[in-house]
């Protein structure tokens, strides 16, 4: 199956730091990244759509200037948080497909833990 | 807006139960239907996909139906194993672009 991977897998901050985190498709092209965020025993929230070389769709009530995506390529997509505060503290999932309306895979997820 | 909501919430069985997941989705108008599984502090693990124009689909131990016009879909785990336990989710895709909304998840404890 395809692999999506993340990195780093988990980070440690202070207030007011930026982190960023790695999307990336190691063995197809994904015309479609997708991120989410993930509270303690909550199920997945969508944040943004990101399609390679075009600015990222943020759902209703993120924050484009917090959460910065950039899908620089067919393979990698990057979520930065700026400006980290620790209400930012979540496990950040993403996803990739393809193309079309097909089966999503999933990254292994980052923890970020902001102090 | 799509709402997509598991029940139960939690369920604990003895090893060798079969397993029997729910998930109803408001708006009938899928693409495609996704169930997952998330261990504890992990990603998600696709299990099975079920396109909007088929009933159900299998893989090994795993069974998912379909009935679109009810909005429902149930997933079956046969002879559950403790190695089962685990988080299982269940996401469709809207007709309208490639957005997953997932349910709230059902989790699973299989007891030796």
């Known amino acids: 199956g395809a692999v999506v991977s993340q990195h780093p897998s988990r980070v440690i901050c202070k207030s007011g730091t930026s982190v960023k985190i790695e999307c990336r498709s190691l063995?197809?092209?994904?015309?479609?990244m997708f991120w989410y965020r993930q509270f303690p025993k909550q199920s997945l929230m969508l944040m943004a759509t990101?399609?390679?070389?075009?600015?990222?769709?943020?759902e209703q009530g993120v924050e484009k200037d917090k959460f910065l995506i950039n899908h620089a390529s067919l393979t990698l997509s990057t979520l930065t948080v700026t400006s980290a505060h620790p209400e930012d503290s979540s496990f950040y999932i993403c996803?990739?497909?393809?193309?079309?309306?097909?089966?999503?895979?999933f990254g292994p997820g980052t923890r970020l833990t902001v102090l | 807006k799509q709402e997509v909501t598991q029940i139960p919430a939690a369920l604990s069985v003895p090893e060798g139960e079969n397993l029997v997941l729910n998930c109803s989705f408001t708006?009938?108008?899928?693409?495609?239907l996704q169930w997952f599984r998330q261990d504890p502090g992990k990603g998600l693990t696709s299990l099975l996909l079920?396109?909007?124009?088929?009933r159900e689909q299998t893989s090994g131990r795993l069974n998912a139906s379909l009935d679109k016009s009810s909005g429902r879909s149930t997933l079956y785990i046969a002879a559950s194993q403790p190695g089962d336990s685990a988080t299982y989710l269940c996401?469709?895709?809207?007709?309208?672009?490639?957005?997953?909304?997932f349910g709230g998840g059902t989790r699973v404890l299989v007891k030796p």
């Open positions: 996803s990739a497909i393809a193309g079309g309306p097909a089966e999503q895979f």
């Open positions: 063995d197809f092209q994904a015309t479609t």
């Open positions: 990101s399609n390679e070389g075009s600015k990222a769709t943020y």
């Open positions: 708006d009938s108008a899928i693409y495609n």
């Open positions: 079920i396109q909007s124009s088929q």
């Open positions: 996401a469709v895709t809207r007709a309208a672009g490639n957005k997953l909304t």
